[in-house]
């Protein structure tokens, strides 16, 4: 009984000392965030010095040095990760809408990312509610060569626990039924218009996508109670081969330096406004969560990796493009982790897709709380799509980040729009997220074990299903199993 207290004892002590041995390092991270984070400046600085950040423009080309010279000038090993992938950007639009189809008026809008190169459709609108499988029931006989009209997200007065899809898989049903083009509402009000792609593989969809205003859009639906609205969809776009750069520091782990944490997310912006919100609070966070590993010389018995994905919003096309070469040159397997940082902002909690993770991260996040109270160590277990977590994921990896934060100044109505802004970031906000996330790469990258591992090709495809994320994988393509 003696010897087993005795290890018992011994084992208590461990623990203790290699906790204790976190939160000193953690409120090292704490103090040096909290006075000399350079998160907000730089961000400021890229916003003024190059504007937006769209993959494959001369301004993209700009952000990828902008962010290689600040890794390099924190004393990494910074390396560029080419790639050459089809992209696309707008040229010109008209969109007109009317009741007499021989005199339309004009309707501000914008064009959805990967609508086709050159398209000039008149006809018929027909409204298809939230554009979902369900919507489609009813008129599924008369959407042939129609305009289909989609709310964004889910309509007040929809039946309890309607579930909303991305508006690239909206888009997709519409061309299933063989709808002649999209119109996709905005949920915004004051006239806000939203872009991003209306692909689900990142390749040109048939048929052109649009969207117009909350206010536009409601006042076209009561129209379409009285009789008939057409639209004229006029567009033209690029579309070609396009060259951009993934940027990747390495911090060498000590004794696990064939194990990685890979801290990620998107450099790329739209070009509507700077995005400064979209991903700029989350890439620059990163940045500067970089250079605090380097202010204060931390070690990690893991190695780290801080990239900066490019073409994110023209489909997770930098990060794709990692995955892609890690299994190509076997070196993805090395990968126990990926924390993605998307829109994150003063996150309260951890957030992970693998639940088995809980016990650490809430004890991580507990002695993140004797620090600040403000964290309050919430635990979120799940997954989604639409993000750079999403090709690590689809390969069973586990995946992670901030959980419960809250997007600064009323900012998400502007989310791929034109207002997305320097004027919405949060300094403390910016702050925040680095700090807290710091301490997680850090405790993960030097936690003696993870408790887990890469899902089976099994379990992978139950978790997917479990997460009821089967139907937008299928209709992306990308559900590999074929039931």
């Known amino acids: 009984m003696k010897k087993l207290t005795l290890i018992a004892g011994l084992a208590c002590a461990f623990l203790s000392a290699r906790a204790q041995d976190f939160s000193a390092v953690f409120k090292q991270i704490n103090t040096e965030v909290q006075s000399n984070s350079q998160a907000y400046k730089n961000l400021k600085s890229a916003t003024d010095k190059i504007g937006h950040r769209l993959t494959g423009s001369a301004n993209g080309a700009k952000a990828e040095e902008f962010a290689f010279n600040l890794l ?8 560029y990760q080419p790639f050459e992938v089809e992209s696309w950007d707008r040229k010109t639009l008209s969109v007109k809408i009317g009741g007499d189809r021989t005199n339309l008026s004009p309707v501000k809008a914008v064009t959805l990312a990967h609508s086709p190169v ?9 409204d298809v509610g939230n554009g979902l499988e369900a919507d489609y029931e009813p008129v599924k006989d008369n959407v042939r060569g129609k305009i289909a009209l989609i709310y964004i997200g889910v309509l ?8 909303s899809l991305h508006r690239s898989e909206k888009t997709a049903i519409a061309t299933k039924y063989g709808a002649s083009g999209v119109i996709i509402i905005n949920k ?3 006239g806000v218009l939203l872009t991003g792609t209306a692909s689900v593989t990142g390749k040109l969809i048939p048929i052109p996508a649009v969207c117009i205003g909350l206010e536009s859009g409601i006042a076209l639906k009561a129209k379409l109670k009285t009789g008939p609205q057409f639209a004229q969809i006029a567009m033209t776009n690029f579309s070609g081969m396009i060259k951009a750069r993934n940027v990747i520091a390495t911090l060498k782990g000590t004794t696990l330096p064939n194990e990685k944490i890979v801290v990620g997310g998107h450099l790329d912006s739209w070009d509507l406004a700077t995005g400064a919100i979209d991903n700029g609070i989350g890439s620059f966070s990163i940045i500067d969560m970089a250079r605090t590993f380097k202010m204060l010389n931390l070690q990690t018995k893991r190695t780290v990796e801080f990239v900066m994905f490019m073409g994110e919003e023209q489909g997770l096309l930098g990060s794709k493009a990692y995955v892609a070469q890690g299994l190509k040159d076997k070196t993805l397997g ?19 897709s693998r639940k088995e993770m809980e016990p650490l991260f809430k004890s991580w996040g507990a002695e993140v709380v004797k620090i600040d109270t403000g964290f309050k160590n919430l635990f979120h277990a799940g997954a989604g799509l639409h993000s750079d977590h999403q090709p690590f994921m689809l ?10 934060g809250k997007l600064p100044n009323n900012s998400g109505p502007f989310y791929h729009s034109d207002g997305d802004g320097f004027h919405l970031v949060d300094e403390q906000g910016m702050k925040n997220t680095v700090r807290y996330s710091a301490m997680l790469t850090y405790a993960l990258a030097n936690t003696p074990t993870i408790p887990v591992t890469r899902f089976s090709d099994a379990d992978l495809k139950a978790f997917l299903e479990s997460q ?5 994988l299928k209709i992306a393509g990308e559900w590999k199993w074929g039931d």
């Open 72 to 79: 390099k000038s924190y004393g990494f090993d910074v390396r």
């Open 334 to 352: 090395q990968v126990r982790f990926m924390l993605n940082y998307d829109m994150t902002n003063d996150p309260k909690g951890f957030s992970t």
């Open 188 to 190: 915004v009000e004051g």
């Open 468 to 472: 009821k994320l089967k139907e937008p």
């Open 395 to 404: 390969e069973g990896i586990p995946t992670g980040g901030g959980a419960g």
């Open 118 to 126: 050159r398209s000039n459709v008149t006809a018929e609108i027909i």
């Open 156 to 163: 007040p007065g929809s039946p309890a626990g309607t579930a």
